[in-house]
């Protein structure tokens, strides 16, 4: 049986297409070559040890899987894993592995705790804030604050000097564009001689990744 890997295209960019972005992963130069661990206070990536390059928008097919399945593939399974197939004349099909995948067309919901000093910029693409929350002094009853300000970078400001206090960690409620990093490519061993045929990736919820 010979794969017509036109045919794949065909089918990928049209019954099944799903809008992306891809961003290409490259190696913090902070990390330490002894114990591979990044500087926490590097101003390039934050202590996360990866840098991206800017978006390119492409197309794939995109499937959940069962736990089961998950478990066979991943040796682990986390919620929002999902598996990506990647035509070849779509700009995504040399993503690779930590490479970040953004949807342009779903839409989750986040609840994310920011801690002044470590995680200050938001993850992701933002879509809105709803609500923002800390504790009081004595840390027994929740403070509702304003909605802040959001610059493209992720980061906050309340221009009326409304946040919470200084160095307070705060809670921070909304919805952005669902993204995953890339976990491994899938090896798929069609055995048929024809070149272009889809790839498939492994992909994790990119909050896993940047903990």
């Known amino acids: 049986m010979r794969l017509s890997a036109t045919r794949f295209n065909d089918f990928l960019s049209g019954a099944v297409r799903q809008r992306f972005t891809w961003r290409r992963r490259s190696a913090c130069p902070c990390i330490d070559p ?18 991206w390059a800017d978006e390119v928008e492409g197309f794939a097919g995109q499937s959940s899987q069962s736990p089961a ?3 066979a593939t991943f040796g682990s399974w986390e919620r929002g894993d999902c598996t990506l197939t990647l035509p070849s004349n779509s700009p995504i099909y040399d993503a690779g592995q930590y490479d ?23 993850l992701g693409k933002v879509v809105c804030l709803h ?21 493209a970078d992720g980061t906050m400001t309340w221009p009326n ?16 564009y669902d ?10 061993d069609r055995n048929s001689g024809a070149s272009g045929l889809p790839r498939k990736l492994a992909a994790r919820r ?3 990744l940047l903990r």
């Open 69 to 71: 399945k998950a478990i």
């Open 206 to 208: 990119l909050d896993i």
């Open 161 to 176: 000097l409304d946040g919470p206090p200084e160095g307070r960690q705060y809670t921070v409620e909304g919805e952005r």
């Open 131 to 151: 609500r923002v929350f800390w504790l009081n002094d004595g840390g027994t009853a929740v403070v509702e604050g304003p909605v802040p300000d959001l610059a």
């Open 34 to 51: 002894s114990t591979s661990a990044p500087r926490y206070d590097c101003p390039l990536c934050r202590g996360k040890g990866h840098l």
């Open 179 to 188: 993204e995953w990093f890339v976990y491994m490519p899938l090896a798929a």
């Open 100 to 122: 970040r995948i953004r949807s342009l067309d779903s839409v989750g919901s986040f609840s994310e705790v920011v801690r002044p000093g470590l995680n200050d910029a938001l």
